[in-house]
Structures are given as structure tokens and as C-alpha cells.
């Protein structure tokens, strides 16, 4: 079965550092794979997604992930923090056709001013 | 185009009173999703619809649990009787098809006292 693990339930970074949310998928076929953010009180919305195409996914608010299928990875960074980047984030994978959506248990990202 | 809205947004019941979610999703379309997001997890399917059938509901507690989507639009989660272990965020999402990303409501935190 398909399963999301994110490494760290909580990151903080200073501001203006770079940041590092990690995220492995477990699939014999590479997924589509998603980032979304939830902020307090808050629905989750998409970062970006991968589906099968460039490797390099660029997202909104400056974010990007990269898939790596060797690794079973798909790795969210973003080069500079902002105070406003708190929130929890969450890495999803669904089967390429397939329709369920798996959700990782999520991370916490702190930026420290 | 407005995004998809749940109602209410916080509730407060005493175990074994019934509890109903409501959900209005964005209007093109047809899949919607009830989720489950427990503290410091991320959101577990409850139960799918393709239009205003209900294809994916194995997640669903059938005992307690009900779910309706008349119309293929708007949908209601039902719980009768609620228990303490329901206390919870129940989240709506609605994508374009199975296979595109989720758009999520601001979700329903349920205390169960």
C-alpha cells in the first residue's frame, strides 16, 4: 500500500535561511506527488505537484520540490525563509490513475526572526 | 470563483448527540471528498463521490457515520451518536476528476465533550 513519510514533525529556521521539508514516497510506480500548506484554522492548500513530468516542480510563494525517483523522495525547499512560511505543511502522493490521495503526517515549520 | 465552503466552522456537542457537516463545493466540480484530520495528522479519506455516487466510502464508520451528496453538488457528513473520539477537523475538498488536486474548505473542528 501507499504510504507518505515526512521526515520531522517540526523544522525551524531563521529567517531568511534556506528551507528544507523532506518527503518520501513508498511505490513500486512513481506517484503523482503533492505539497500543500495549512495554516492555523485554515484548509490546505497546493504548493505544487508533480505529475510525471520535469522533475523540478516550482510552486507558488517560492517554493519548489524535486523528484527524485532513486531516492523515492520529493523534497521541498525554498531558498529564503519569510516569517509568513509558518505553517504546517504536508507531502501527498496518489497513484498515477489511480483516485486516493495519501497524506504524510505533517511538518511544522517555525521561522525564527 | 468561489472556493469550497463548510458550514459551520467550530461545534461543540455532548457525546451522543448527532452532529451534521455541510459542505458546497466549487461549482465545476464533480468529485468531492469528506476528510478526517486528526491532531498533528495529516487528513485520511472518509469517503469519495464521483457526481453523487459514493465510490470510495471504506473508510467510512458505517455505524455512526453517514454521508449524502444530493444533487452531484452540495454534501452533508452525519454522525449519530457522536463519541469523545470524534472530536476532530472534518475537511471537504472538491477536484476536477479523481486523478487533479484537491481543493480544500477551511474544515469543521468538532469538540466532543
Known amino acids: 500500500a501507499q504510504s507518505v513519510t515526512q521526515l520531522g514533525s517540526h523544522v525551524s529556521v531563521s529567517e531568511g535561511a534556506l528551507v528544507l521539508l523532506r518527503c518520501n514516497y513508498s511505490s513500486s510506480v512513481p506517484p503523482y506527488l503533492f505539497w500543500y500548506v495549512q495554516y492555523p484554522n485554515q484548509g490546505l492548500q497546493l504548493l505544487l505537484k508533480y505529475t510525471s513530468a520535469a522533475t523540478l516542480v516550482k510552486g507558488i510563494n517560492g517554493f519548489e520540490a524535486e523528484f527524485k525517483k532513486s531516492e523515492t523522495s520529493f523534497h521541498l525547499t525554498k531558498p529564503s525563509a519569510h516569517m509568513s512560511d509558518a505553517a504546517e505543511y504536508f507531502c501527498?502522493?496518489?497513484?498515477?490513475?489511480?483516485?486516493?490521495?495519501?497524506f504524510g503526517a505533517g511538518t511544522r515549520l517555525f521561522v525564527k526572526a | 470563483e468561489a472556493g469550497v465552503v463548510q458550514s459551520p466552522r467550530y461545534k461543540i456537542i455532548e457525546k451522543k448527540q448527532p452532529v451534521a457537516f455541510w459542505c458546497n463545493p466549487i461549482?465545476?466540480?464533480?468529485?468531492l471528498y469528506w476528510y478526517l484530520q486528526n491532531l498533528g495528522q495529516g487528513p485520511e479519506l472518509l469517503i469519495r463521490?464521483?457526481?453523487?455516487?459514493?465510490?470510495?466510502d471504506s473508510q467510512l464508520p458505517k455505524d455512526r457515520f453517514s454521508a449524502e451528496r444530493l444533487k452531484g453538488v452540495d454534501s452533508t457528513l452525519k454522525i449519530q451518536p457522536a463519541e469523545l473520539g470524534d472530536s476532530a477537523v472534518y475537511l471537504c475538498a472538491s477536484s476536477l476528476g479523481s486523478t487533479t488536486e484537491a481543493f480544500f474548505g477551511q474544515g469543521t473542528r468538532l469538540t466532543v465533550v
Open positions: 463521490y464521483e457526481n453523487e455516487e459514493a465510490v470510495d
Open positions: 461549482s465545476s466540480h464533480n468529485t
Open positions: 501527498a502522493a496518489q497513484e498515477a490513475g489511480g483516485f486516493k490521495t495519501i
